[in-house]
């Protein structure tokens, strides 16, 4: 990539005459104005936009920081378009770090979306305690937390109703006729899988079913933990006759065990999933899902954020959405 430097040098003029002609800054003569645009197109030289920010002392970088814990999860492409979709339409463009629910890479793409001087985060934080997200918000980044939230900190937050979205799904199964319904869940330190467990737990009981200490199987919200855990409840003595899951992948997981078996669904086993995909209506059969309006989600966030760095001292919002229950044939 061709520096400043290598513009002056193809030019034959010094950085700072490169600099006046770049930022349109003091007088310099059509000639040599005319050898440096020159230089610019061959060496197909961009300036630096942080370099530039700093030079005009601008207030504003015009970028946002988006920080998700699996760009592999359709569910967070969605979330993603929306906060897209906003920014867009604010004269921002995003920076987008994929974190892996990998704490150490968090930091790392942190300390960089740091660097870059962004104007505003979107972020699905590790856990609840995530210090270094916390420490930003404290020091006055504007920050819209999605999926989950910071425990015993002020930050704008949008989410769905995690435990009456489980508590619905459970509720139908149950009502349904089932008796032995397993729960396959995400990660304990994101609050979302702790609260769609809560949700299982209550409809059970609502419903005079017993918690089953066997039937519930913790993961870590990736499809090869749902295809192990789904192994171990079909193997065992008295399987379970419907699965709950926890998101997406831990769905796909278990119906790739389910298919392998070459069990019926859901005459031999009935299947009900927390995220409502694309994909979801053209599995045969169509599945059960708990559908999250995750583009709204998005979209959402995406406008809390503008706010928040237009009115820096309002007061903290926690937006909760509703999801839906959609009736297939899979349970």
């Not at 002056?8 to 104005?33: D, F, M």
């Not at 020091?139 to 989410?159: F, K, N, T």
């Not at 859901?266 to 059969?285: R, V």
Request: aromatic share 4%; with cysteine.
């Amino acid at each position: 990539m061709a520096s400043m430097d290598d513009v002056a040098k193809r030019a034959g003029v010094s950085i700072a005459t490169v600099s006046r002609v770049l930022n349109n800054n003091g007088k310099v003569n059509e000639a040599t104005r005319a050898r440096i645009l020159k230089a610019i197109k061959e060496l197909k030289y961009q300036p630096s936009r942080v370099a530039k920010r700093l030079r005009s002392k601008s207030i504003s970088s015009n970028l946002l920081g988006v920080l998700i814990p699996d760009i592999q999860n359709p569910f967070y492409v969605e979330v993603l378009e929306g906060i897209e979709e906003i920014a867009y339409q604010n004269n921002y463009a995003l920076i987008m770090c994929n974190f892996g629910q990998d704490e150490k890479k968090e930091k790392l793409y942190l300390e960089i979306l740091q660097s870059e001087a962004i104007d505003g985060l979107i972020a699905a934080p590790a856990s609840e305690e995530d210090v270094q997200l916390k420490k930003m918000v404290k020091d006055g980044l504007p920050v819209v937390c999605v999926d989950r939230g910071l425990s015993e900190i002020d930050v704008d937050v949008v989410l769905i109703d995690n435990e009456a979205g489980a508590y619905n799904a459970v509720d139908f199964l149950a009502k349904s006729g089932y008796k032995r319904i397993a729960h396959i869940t995400g990660l304990l330190s994101i609050p979302s899988s702790v609260l769609r467990e809560k949700g299982y737990k209550r409809a059970l009981q609502d419903n005079g079913l017993p918690i089953i200490d066997e039937l519930i199987k913790y993961g870590d919200s990736k499809l090869p933990s749902g295809v192990q855990l789904c192994e171990e409840l079909l193997a065992l003595p008295e399987p379970p006759d419907a699965i709950f899951t926890g998101n997406n992948l831990i769905t796909l997981g278990a119906l790739e065990v389910i298919h392998k078996k070459n069990l019926k669904i859901p005459d031999e086993i009935a299947i009900l999933g927390f995220d409502d995909m694309f994909w979801a209506s053209s599995l045969n059969p169509p599945l059960t899902a708990v559908r999250q309006p995750a583009r709204e989600i998005g979209r959402r966030a995406g406008e809390l954020l503008i706010q928040r760095i237009n009115e820096p001292e309002r007061s903290s919002i926690q937006m909760i959405l509703n999801a839906e229950l959609m009736k297939r044939s899979s349970a």
